[in-house]
């Protein structure tokens, strides 16, 4: 008979025994080695997500940094021109944002900053069928917001607050 004698007992494993403990073995490593890849890719993918977000929000931030060079009349017309307080405050919403994506491990399918003629400035941001319009307006605290699901509009310039806005971000990036 074939049989191994265990050291520590009186008993013995067979062969089939022995057989059964590497398939077991096997098994296991193979479990391992997938949630080993998964991790890998999971890690990889929040890696590219992130490269991306940095990459969609400073290109934003240097756009509304070039708004500061804007004159009056930029836009051919009476434009006013752009407060260092209404950039600022752009910026800071373009961190909240930025945070909110980051924390869901999502990107927006658009992250779009615009010059309004009047001094305020308008940030526009969709995710999937959903988008958002928040204008940053020059001497106030609120946000006006613009929000869309497909295409019912949900919002027309509503101002909100900063703690408001957290709330819009979670329905736009959940």
């Given at each position: 008979m074939n049989a191994i004698?265990?050291m520590f007992?009186d008993?013995?494993?067979?062969?089939?025994?022995?057989?059964?403990?590497?398939k077991?073995?096997?098994r296991?490593?193979d479990s391992?080695?997938g949630?080993?890849?998964h991790?890998?890719?999971?890690?990889?993918?929040?890696s590219?997500?992130?490269a991306?977000?940095?990459?969609l929000?400073?290109?934003?931030q240097?756009e509304l940094?070039h708004?500061?060079?804007?004159?009056?009349?930029?836009?051919g017309?009476?434009?006013e021109?752009?407060?260092?307080?209404?950039i600022?405050?752009?910026?800071q919403?373009?961190d909240v944002?930025?945070?909110?994506?980051?924390?869901?491990?999502?990107?927006?399918?658009?992250?779009?900053?615009?010059p309004v003629?009047d001094g305020?400035?308008?940030?526009e941001?969709s995710s999937a069928?959903k988008?958002l319009i928040l204008t940053?307006?020059p001497?106030?605290?609120e946000?006006l917001?613009?929000?869309?699901d497909g295409?019912?509009?949900?919002t027309?310039?509503?101002p909100?607050?900063?703690a408001t806005?957290?709330?819009k971000?979670?329905?736009?990036?959940?």
């Amino acid at each position: 008979m074939n049989a191994i004698h265990h050291m520590f007992s009186d008993d013995y494993l067979t062969l089939s025994d022995v057989h059964s403990i590497e398939k077991q073995s096997e098994r296991i490593d193979d479990s391992i080695s997938g949630y080993v890849d998964h991790i890998t890719f999971t890690e990889r993918a929040n890696s590219a997500i992130s490269a991306e977000l940095e990459s969609l929000f400073r290109e934003s931030q240097n756009e509304l940094m070039h708004y500061l060079s804007f004159g009056p009349g930029w836009d051919g017309y009476f434009a006013e021109r752009f407060e260092p307080d209404t950039i600022n405050r752009a910026l800071q919403v373009l961190d909240v944002l930025e945070s909110k994506f980051r924390l869901n491990g999502t990107l927006p399918s658009s992250l779009i900053p615009g010059p309004v003629s009047d001094g305020s400035i308008n940030i526009e941001l969709s995710s999937a069928a959903k988008s958002l319009i928040l204008t940053i307006m020059p001497d106030k605290s609120e946000l006006l917001c613009y929000e869309r699901d497909g295409e019912t509009t949900l919002t027309d310039d509503q101002p909100i607050d900063w703690a408001t806005l957290g709330k819009k971000l979670s329905w736009l990036a959940g």
